[in-house]
C-alpha cells in the first residue's frame, strides 16, 4: 500500500516504507485501506528552517494588501477544482451536504479574510494598533503600538472531521500575517488534506515556503521550534494538554492555541412552546447538529437543556425527524448522513454512549446496530443517531463527549438552573438559545457566555439568515475557554494579530512618523506652493499640508445655516435658552457650519487627482464658536494608501481647525480618494 507523500522544502517527498509501515488511513463506507502515512526520514529542523528563511522573507516582502489579493486567487482557483474535493471527501464518509460544508466552507474562509485584509488593514507599512498616546506635557515624546510579523512558522495541527476547512482557516490569517504555515493532518481524512495541499501547490498562486505539509507524525518538529514559532491545535482536550506541556514550547514561551471538544449546549425558552417558530426552530436545529458530519462537529450540540414542561415534546419531535434520518453510503440514493471517520472513531463513540448511558436513558437510535443504505454496516463506520434523555444533575453527560450523532436531552425549571447547567460543561467552544423573550435570552447569554466562545441568539427574526448553531465564522472568534481549549482562532483580523507581535515604540513625534510611515500630530509638516490636492497619489508624502483661513463667523452664518438646513436647535438662536445652557453661556455656531466652513477653507476646487471625499472619522467638536470668532484649518496627509488594483488610492488627513486664540475647536480624519498618476 502506498505511502502519503509530503510536500516539505518545496518538494513532494515519499519516505522509504514497506507496505506494513506507517499508519494506515480507510474508506469510512467500505472500510478497504487507501494508504499509510509516515514521515520517517523528514529532516524536521530543515522543515522548520526552509519556513523562516524561504517562506517568510517571501510574505514580509508583500504588503497586507498583496497577500490579501493572492488568497483572493487562491480562493478562486479551489473554487474552480472543488469537485474534485467533493470527491475524494465521499471516502470519508461525508454526504455532499457535509463535504460542502467542509470545502466551501473553507473556501469562505480565504474569501472573507481576502476581503477582511483589504478592507481593515494597512496598504502599505505596519500595522498600528490603536491610537498614538502622549506621553508627555509638551508633545515631544509620544508611544505608539505596532504589530509585525513573527519571524517563525505556524505549526497547524488538524482534527480529523474537517480536513479542508480546518487547514485553509488556520492557513488564512497566518498567511495574511506574513507568517508560513506548516498543515498536519489528523490520520483518518489525511487524503483529503493532502488533495487540497496538492491543489494549493498546483495553483502556483502562493510564494515558496509559504505552506508546508506533513503527512504524517510532526516527529521531532516541537524540539526545533524557537520563541518565534506558534502552534495551533485542533483536537482532544487530553492531547491539547500534552502539547501545553511540550518542554520546548514552556521553555521558549512558543505562542500555544488551541480548539479542543467540549460539551456545548442549545437552550429552549420557556416562551417556547409547540406552537411557536422557535420551537420548531429548536428541533430542526438540534437534528441538523447530530446529522451533519454525522455529528462529528467540535460545535454539535451535545446537551439540549428544555423546560421541565416541554421535554416530551421536544423528545417526541425529535425522535420523528429523526426517523426520517436514512444512513448510509453518501452515494447512495436518499441517504442523509454518511458514516463516522473510521471504526476507530466509532468505537471510541460506543465506548463514550457506554459511560453515558449509565447516567442516560436511550429515547431514539441503537448505538450497536444501524440500518445502511448501500453499504456494508459493519465494514464502514455506521452508526445510527442516539437520542438520550437525562435528569440535570446527571454528572456524566457534563462531563463525556461521544462525538458522533449523539445528543441528551435535560429539563430545567429556572433561568438560574439553566445557567448553573451550561456552566458544568466547564468551557465551550459554542451556545445556542431559542426564545423570542429579551429578557430570557439577556439574562442567559450574559449568564453563560464567561463559559462560552460564541453564542447564538436564534429566533423567528432571523432564522432564514442565520448559519446556524454549529457555523463558526471567520468574522468572530472560533474557540472557548477552560475544557474548549482557552484559545482562539480566526475572529477576523484578531485572528491575523495572533501571528504578530505588538510592540510599543516610543519616541519624537518625527521619529514615529519617520518609523511607522505615518505623519504623526506634533511632527513636521510640508508647506509649499502647490497645493496637496493638485498632486497624485504617488507624489503625495506623509506631512504634506494646505493651511486655510482666517474666516470670521458672524451671526448671519448662523441664522442662515439654521434656516438652510432645518437645524433650529436653541444654542444656536435663542438667546436667553442658549444662556442659561452651563456649557455653552451664550448663542454659539453650528458644528457642522464650522466643518464646513473649513472644507471651504482648505478644498481646491478646480479638477484634479482627488476624486472624492468618502468620509469623515473621529470628528470632535472641542471649543464652541461664538460670533465673531475666527476659524482657520490646517490639513494634513497623514496616511497614503495605495489599492492595488485600483487606478487610485486612499488618503487619510489630519484635520484641526483652531480659532482665533489657538485654541482648537475641531478635530477630525477627511478620507478622500486620490488618483494615480498614469491612471
Not at 29 to 40: D, K, M, P, S, Y
Not at 280 to 309: H, N, W
Not at 646 to 660: C, I, T
Request: contains cysteine; hydrophobic residues 45%; negative net charge.
Amino acid at each position: 500500500m502506498s505511502v502519503l507523500p509530503s510536500y516539505v522544502r518545496g518538494e513532494w517527498v515519499t519516505p522509504a516504507a514497506s507496505d506494513t509501515a506507517g499508519r494506515p488511513m480507510t474508506d469510512a463506507v467500505t472500510g478497504e485501506e487507501i494508504g499509510r502515512l509516515a514521515t520517517e526520514g523528514i529532516d524536521m529542523a530543515a522543515v522548520a528552517a526552509y519556513g523562516r528563511d524561504t517562506g517568510g522573507p517571501a510574505l514580509r516582502e508583500l504588503s497586507f494588501h498583496q497577500r490579501a489579493s493572492l488568497l483572493k486567487a487562491l480562493a478562486g482557483y479551489l473554487r474552480e477544482h472543488r469537485e474534485e474535493l467533493y470527491a475524494v471527501s465521499a471516502r470519508t464518509g461525508a454526504t455532499l451536504g457535509d463535504s460542502k460544508f467542509d470545502v466551501d466552507g473553507g473556501i469562505g474562509v480565504l474569501a472573507a479574510y481576502a476581503s477582511l485584509g483589504k478592507r481593515e488593514l494597512p496598504a502599505s507599512g505596519p500595522w498600528l494598533d490603536g491610537d498614538l498616546a502622549p506621553l508627555s506635557r509638551g508633545g515631544t515624546f509620544v508611544g505608539q503600538h505596532v504589530l509585525t510579523p513573527l519571524r517563525g512558522v505556524a505549526v497547524q495541527v488538524n482534527a480529523y472531521n474537517f480536513p479542508c476547512w480546518g487547514p485553509l482557516e488556520k492557513l488564512a490569517p497566518a498567511f495574511l500575517a506574513g507568517v508560513p504555515s506548516i498543515i498536519k493532518p489528523a490520520t483518518p481524512t489525511a487524503f483529503l488534506t493532502a488533495e487540497l495541499v496538492r491543489l494549493i501547490v498546483d495553483s502556483g498562486v502562493l510564494p515558496a515556503g509559504s505552506v508546508q505539509f506533513l503527512a504524517g507524525s510532526v516527529g521531532d518538529l516541537f524540539d526545533h521550534l524557537t520563541e518565534q514559532d506558534l502552534v495551533s491545535f485542533t483536537g482532544s482536550a487530553s492531547t491539547a494538554r500534552q502539547l501545553r506541556t511540550h518542554p520546548v514550547l514552556s521553555a521558549r514561551a512558543v505562542r500555544f492555541t488551541a480548539e479542543a471538544d467540549s460539551l456545548n449546549c442549545s437552550i429552549l425558552g420557556p416562551d417556547a412552546t409547540p406552537d411557536t417558530p422557535e420551537f420548531d426552530l429548536y428541533v430542526s436545529q438540534l437534528v441538523t447538529e447530530m446529522t451533519v458530519k454525522a455529528g462529528q462537529k467540535c460545535t454539535a450540540i451535545r446537551r439540549a437543556f428544555v423546560p421541565a414542561a416541554q421535554v416530551d415534546a421536544v423528545v417526541d419531535a425529535v425522535r420523528g425527524k429523526l426517523a426520517q434520518v436514512v444512513v448510509g453510503d453518501p452515494s447512495a440514493e436518499g441517504v442523509t448522513m454518511g458514516a463516522l471517520a473510521g471504526l476507530e472513531q466509532r468505537e471510541e463513540v460506543r465506548r463514550s454512549l457506554k459511560s453515558l448511558t449509565d447516567a442516560a436513558e436511550v429515547v431514539f437510535g441503537d448505538p450497536e446496530q444501524v440500518e445502511v443504505r448501500g453499504a456494508d454496516a459493519e465494514r464502514g463506520a455506521f452508526l445510527s443517531p442516539v437520542l438520550l434523555r437525562a435528569d440535570g444533575d446527571a454528572a456524566a453527560v457534563h462531563e463525556v463527549e461521544a462525538f458522533g450523532p449523539v445528543s441528551t436531552v435535560m429539563p430545567y425549571s429556572s433561568t438560574a438552573e439553566v445557567v448553573a447547567l451550561a456552566a458544568r460543561g466547564q468551557g465551550s467552544l459554542a451556545g445556542s438559545v431559542v426564545t423570542a423573550d429579551p429578557d430570557f435570552a439577556r439574562e442567559v447569554v450574559l449568564g453563560v457566555a464567561p463559559w462560552h466562545g460564541r453564542l447564538l441568539v436564534l429566533d423567528r427574526a432571523d432564522a432564514k439568515e442565520s448559519t446556524g448553531h454549529g457555523s463558526p465564522m471567520p468574522q468572530l472568534v472560533h474557540g472557548g475557554p477552560g475544557r474548549a481549549g482557552g484559545g482562539e482562532e480566526m475572529g477576523g483580523v484578531r485572528g491575523v494579530a495572533h501571528h504578530m507581535q505588538r510592540t510599543a515604540i516610543q519616541g519624537s513625534p518625527d521619529m514615529l512618523s519617520a518609523i511607522t510611515g505615518r505623519w504623526v500630530p506634533g511632527s513636521a509638516r510640508t508647506i509649499t506652493d502647490e497645493h496637496p490636492f493638485r498632486k497624485h497619489l504617488e507624489d503625495l508624502r506623509p506631512g504634506d499640508t494646505v493651511v486655510g483661513g482666517p474666516r470670521p463667523v458672524t451671526e448671519a452664518d448662523v441664522e442662515h445655516f439654521a434656516e438652510f438646513t432645518g437645524d433650529t436647535f436653541y444654542a444656536h438662536l435663542d438667546a436667553e435658552a442658549a444662556a442659561a445652557n452651563p456649557f455653552f453661556g451664550e448663542r454659539v455656531a453650528h458644528g457642522y457650519l464650522v466643518v464646513s466652513f473649513a472644507a471651504g477653507l482648505f478644498v481646491d476646487p478646480a479638477p484634479g487627482p482627488v476624486l472624492a471625499n468618502f468620509g469623515v472619522d473621529n470628528l470632535r467638536f472641542l471649543t464652541p464658536v461664538k460670533f465673531g470668532d475666527e476659524l482657520t484649518i490646517t490639513l494634513t496627509a497623514k496616511d497614503i494608501s495605495p489599492r492595488a488594483s485600483a487606478a487610485y488610492g486612499e488618503v487619510r488627513w489630519d484635520a484641526e481647525v483652531v480659532n482665533v486664540a489657538g485654541e482648537p475647536v475641531a478635530k477630525y480624519d477627511v478620507l478622500t480618494l486620490v488618483a494615480k498618476r498614469d491612471a
